[in-house]
């Protein structure tokens, strides 16, 4: 690799880059134009603040074509030096001309992100930065995804992705595994300002993620197109809620970057909920009590320092760090609402050293990204406290075994991850890739209530070798083949005996473009899962391990999408559909356990998925927007055999059990531009979540099935931004028509709740 290195150094020549800004006449950004140097092949697309970068220009004297729909041409001289930066800031005139070369040449990181041979959505999250939201809020309005939590800020949530859940789906920020991130960062507790954008890969995985989903990937790219910028924004709301965010970075001349995101959310979660009651001291029962959640409070707070050097020869970016996390949550209930409490809680806190490098053209044709994190932080489960609560707040002595198991057990998830990637472009058609991606999990704790208590080693260790093979002609066609070959190796017993097992999978994913406007996507995939350390584990709250579970492998084929169209030059709209056909053997899902107080993994030894999912788009000009997600997904048992039955099992062939199957969500937002004065825009918008009832029990078992009720939830926004977007202010009204909401069997979510959130942005020298 050091050879390399020093290769790469001398072979490449000393270059400059360009970088500037393009505004319309009314002074609001140009986004979408595409920046073209005409001698060179280079290019860039300007983004939502109409900024743009173009590296490793040759020197000397250049012309820079701008383009873009609606938009007339524009061309600008530039002088380019060895080692020095042109900056540039352009006026763009619009055109009522659309060409259709222009049209395809326009395009956001977001669309070109979507026009991948995969089965990708990305959702641009900067058009969400002036809310409330979450990573997870925001992923709940994706068609195919559901996200579902337990109940309110800070609370355990499980995402499906196309009828896959939990570990099936994995995470990734900037393409690294969130695996040993630790609970102060999870989706639902990371602001959107966070992100860049969010990627969603339903089916095949880029090897780039290198990991072992079964059913899909999540990767958030984080906001990194500004060398010097400070983004701050904090809203309060109801059940007193308080969430802050500031992100910043700073970069010298001389290309030394300083990155800084801190974040922090807190809430009482005090909501009412509906619940049956019993007082305990006199038995007095009251069926359908409204009560106030009463030991629900959770506040975590995160900062993430990164220094280092960007845009030299020996690296684009090259950044050591760390990450802080502390968190703390009160535990109400169990996994149902019947387990009330009132003293039991959570601590966290999160150490992880971190590197991350990337270069381009390391010798031409060869891109390597390399990254590293440790997690050296700690969670203490405290329940000390014998007694037993009710839902009106009420204890009474209970023994000596603590609310539910009397414990101050206190452990380390050290958790590393370190990842390799290489990619070689042989040609403009033909390109290979290489990644490898190693996880290590090593829980060790003790317990000074418990201290004569044996705790055997909780060791895992995975590693995942990935090769890719692509041909693709741009806007014409592509094809890649990959394969993934995995190892586990894990260590249960306290003898500390080991077992490895290793699994091979494969897979192929196609597009094709009929035209600019219509594309279609094919793939199939061999996958496989190794259980993962929390499933084999347990996570010391209401989720139990279970060390018997076998790797799931699942034979996966989906076909998708993607029209564009306009009935004139106002009127457009986009549509995106997908379908999916699964066979997994070893499926392994979450069951209640015998005292229904806990969740535990089991497998199943054969479940078979289908369904689809489809999005519509509108767009008039640049006043409405409105759109719609319908999402269909059957998960049907294939186990005939079952244990404690004779013959045929009485639920083969059934649906399977405690998963949504029908679901959607609506939006519609007017944007009024120059109110009460210019460069000062006003957006209002609508949201409504769709979903439709279903079983927490397999459906043959008549009376004991119970059910999740149908949810569907209103919720209403107003943002007011200045100054183009440096000043923002947004009111949110969530769940206006103040509905019962279960995401989980019998866990409430929140009632209706305002939310104000208030954000200042400023920024210069765009990338």
């Avoid at 977001?110 to 641009?124: G, H, L, S």
């Avoid at 002609?473 to 005996?497: C, L, M, P, Y």
């Amino acid at each position: 690799m050091a050879l390399l290195c020093v290769c790469g150094i001398f072979a490449q020549a000393q270059t400059g880059s360009v970088r500037g800004t393009i505004l319309d006449k009314t002074g609001e950004p140009a986004i979408g134009l595409m920046v073209k140097i005409q001698d060179l092949s280079l290019g860039a697309v300007t983004d939502h603040a109409g900024a743009f970068v173009v590296e490793k220009v040759t020197p000397g004297k250049h012309t820079l074509l701008v383009t873009g729909i609606g938009f007339q041409p524009i061309q600008h001289t530039i002088h380019v030096t060895a080692g020095s930066e042109v900056v540039v800031s352009l006026t763009a005139e619009s055109s009522s001309t659309e060409l259709e070369e222009v049209m395809v040449m326009g395009r956001s990181e977001v669309q070109e992100t979507n026009r991948q041979a995969y089965n990708v959505t990305a959702v641009d999250a900067k058009q969400l930065y002036n809310t409330t939201l979450d990573l997870a809020g925001a992923l709940d309005r994706v068609a195919g995804v559901r996200v579902r939590e337990s109940g309110g800020v800070g609370s355990s949530f499980n995402l499906s992705l196309n009828g896959f859940s939990g570990n099936h789906v994995r995470f990734f920020i900037d393409g690294i595994p969130m695996d040993g991130f630790g609970s102060s960062f999870q989706i639902n507790n990371i602001p959107i300002n966070s992100a860049d954008r969010i990627e969603v890969y339903k089916g095949v995985v880029p090897i780039s993620l290198a990991s072992d989903a079964l059913g899909g990937a999540i990767n958030i790219i984080t906001n990194d197109r500004y060398r010097n910028y400070v983004d701050v924004s904090y809203s309060y709301g109801s059940f007193n809620t308080h969430r802050s965010v500031i992100n910043a970075a700073a970069t010298s001349e001389r290309g030394l970057q300083v990155q800084l995101s801190a974040y922090q959310n807190y809430s009482d979660n005090d909501y009412k909920v509906k619940v049956d009651a019993a007082d305990i001291w006199t038995g007095a029962y009251t069926p359908g009590a409204w009560v106030r959640r009463f030991h629900d409070k959770y506040h975590n707070e995160a900062l993430i320092a990164q220094v280092g050097v960007v845009k030299k020869k020996y690296a684009d970016k090259l950044l050591v760090g760390i990450t802080l996390g502390r968190n703390y949550k009160e535990i109400q209930t169990g996994a149902r609402m019947v387990s009330v409490f009132g003293g039991w809680h959570r601590r966290g806190d999160v150490v992880t050293p971190t590197f991350k490098y990337r270069k381009q053209d390391l010798i031409k044709g060869l891109d390597v990204t390399l990254n590293a994190n440790y997690n050296l932080g700690s969670e203490q489960n405290i329940d000390t406290m014998n007694v037993r609560y009710d839902w009106y707040g009420n204890s009474k002595p209970n023994g000596t075994s603590g609310e539910r198991s009397r414990s101050l057990y206190k452990y380390k998830n050290n958790t590393g991850v370190a990842t390799a990637m290489a990619s070689y472009r042989i040609n403009e058609r033909h390109s290979v890739a290489m990644s490898d991606v190693f996880n290590t999990f090593d829980r060790k704790g003790s317990d000074k209530l418990n201290p004569d208590a044996t705790n055997p080693p909780s060791k895992t260790q995975k590693n995942v070798l990935g090769l890719s093979y692509a041909y693709s002609k741009e806007d014409a066609f592509g094809i890649t083949f990959i394969s993934k070959f995995i190892t586990q190796k894990n260590v249960i017993s306290a003898q500390e005996a080991s077992a490895t097992t290793d699994k091979l999978g494969y897979g192929v994913v196609g597009t094709y473009f009929f035209s600019s406007s219509l594309q279609v996507k094919a793939s199939y995939e061999l996958t496989n899962r190794m259980p993962e350390a929390q499933e084999i584990f347990g996570d010391v709250e209401n989720f139990e391990g279970n060390p018997n579970l076998l790797p799931e492998q699942s034979d996966n084929i989906n076909v998708g999408l993607a029209y564009t169209f306009a009935i004139d030059a106002d009127n457009k709209f986009l549509l995106n559909a997908n379908g999916v056909y699964r066979y997994s053997r070893n499926f392994i899902y979450n069951r209640l356990n015998n005292n229904q107080s806990r969740l535990i993994p089991d497998n199943r030894e054969g479940v078979r998925t289908y369904g689809g999912d489809a999005e519509l788009r509108y767009s008039h000009k640049r006043l409405v927007s409105a759109g719609a997600t319908l999402t269909y997904q059957y998960l049907q048992n294939m186990q005939k055999i079952e244990p404690g039955y004779t013959g045929v099992s009485p639920v083969y062939l059934d649906q399977m059990p405690n998963i949504p199957y029908l679901f959607g969500n609506a939006d519609v937002s007017v944007s009024l531009r120059d109110v009460g004065a210019k460069g000062n825009n006003l957006s209002v918008g609508y949201n409504m979540l769709y979903v439709h009832a279903f079983y927490l029990y397999w459906p043959s078992r008549g009376s004991d099935k119970l059910d999740i009720p149908q949810q569907l939830s209103h919720d209403v926004n107003l943002v007011y931004s200045l100054k183009q977007g440096r000043y923002n202010v947004g009111l949110e009204a969530r769940n206006i028509t103040d509905v019962l909401l279960y995401d989980n069997f019998s866990l409430q979510k929140p009632g209706r709740g305002f939310y104000i959130n208030v954000r200042a942005f400023f920024h210069k020298n765009n990338t």
